[in-house]
């Protein structure tokens, strides 16, 4: 029994260790434009050294052609915008117009958790419909940039067809 309480001691403080160690490569930008510039440059996020971790896996093809896990990408993309709310949301949202796959993971990722919307065909589907999906989301931006929900972290999140400002999410 006490060798026991000694191993999950051990384990325990070798937990708190690596928190600490990753807690040091966390991402801090003055300004979403350095965010921007961070996440651009496909080198930061293919060397991005915080946790990585997330729900489906797959990889996602760099410009360069580079093979990087969706869980490095969204997880660079979310730790880069952290600091930062709605501010940021329409340079997510240009990102989705991009032709970079890596840049429409990373931004829809994080769309989710600054709008508490999500929409799949933002970086998933067919170019026609990434494009749609990219208009509805300037659309939605424009009616909603004021919405006061939007100056405080989410607590739901909810398919891009279905958002509206709930009395449970004021």
Not at 15 to 22: E, H, P
Request: charge should be positive; include cysteine.
């Amino acid at each position: 029994m006490k060798t026991l309480q000694i191993v999950s001691s051990a384990i325990l403080l070798l937990a708190a260790v690596s928190r600490v160690a990753v807690a040091q490569d966390i991402l801090h930008f003055a300004s979403v434009a350095e965010a921007v510039r961070y996440v651009e440059n496909e080198n930061n996020i293919s060397d991005y050294k915080g946790s990585v971790f997330g729900s489906e896996e797959y990889l996602v093809v760099l410009p360069s052609g580079k093979k990087v896990s969706n869980w490095r990408v969204n997880c660079a993309f979310s730790d880069a915008f952290r600091e930062f709310r709605k501010e940021s949301i329409p340079f997510l949202i240009e990102f989705l117009g991009n032709n970079a796959a890596y840049l429409r993971v990373g931004a829809c990722e994080v769309l989710k958790q600054k709008a508490g919307r999500y929409d799949e065909r933002s970086h998933s589907q067919s170019p026609d419909q990434r494009r749609a999906a990219y208009e509805e989301w300037k659309t939605w931006w424009e009616r909603n940039k004021n919405n006061p929900r939007l100056d405080s972290p989410v607590r739901r999140i909810y398919p891009a067809k279905d958002w509206e400002l709930q009395p449970q999410d004021r």
